[in-house]
């Protein structure tokens, strides 16, 4: 299960440290451990739709980098879902070629895929309906520099 506020992967709390008044009433119990995180040591209860909401790869953005004041407004987290935790060369307008990984589009919420279209229309002056449309066939490029990658369910990917 992922962390709702940083999108690490928590830690399962062992299930005898649990001491629940009802024990016939297991739930699993999840706590963010990332130093970082708003969030971190809050114990969390596991609904059992975490998981497969969740991407098994999250870019995390140096927060030194110019652009982690975007993300924290567009997704409004300093992580976002990637679809492969393996950086390719793209070529970018403006910079070359450099790595980049590809965010998952479809992990996004209704919000943050507005905010997106709205940021990237701005910021490269291209109208929001072509941004948009521009998502779905060709995905959003992530620059791999500065950028940390975390894989969840690491037991899925031996
Ligand atoms: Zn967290």
């Excluded at 001491?19 to 114990?43: A, H, L, M, N």
């Excluded at 450099?98 to 940021?119: F, P, S």
């Amino acid at each position: 299960m992922n962390c709702n506020e940083c999108h690490s992967p928590m830690t399962q709390l062992d299930p005898r440290e649990i001491t629940d008044p009802q024990p016939s009433r297991f739930i699993p119990r999840w706590r963010c451990d990332e130093k970082e995180c708003s969030r971190q040591g809050e114990v969390v209860e596991d609904d059992g739709r975490g998981e497969t909401a969740v991407s098994d790869f999250t870019a995390h953005i140096n927060g030194d980098d110019e652009r982690a004041a975007a993300w924290q407004i567009v997704f409004d987290s300093a992580a976002v879902p990637l679809r492969s935790p393996i950086p390719h060369l793209a070529r970018l307008p403006g910079r070359g070629e450099e790595l980049v990984y590809l965010l998952d589009i479809e992990a996004l919420t209704a919000e943050q895929r507005g905010r997106l279209v709205t940021h990237i229309a701005n910021k490269f002056n291209i109208p929001a309906e072509e941004v948009d449309a521009d998502l779905d066939t060709h995905g959003c490029p992530i620059l791999a520099e500065h950028v940390t990658v975390s894989i969840a369910n690491p037991w899925r990917w031996l």
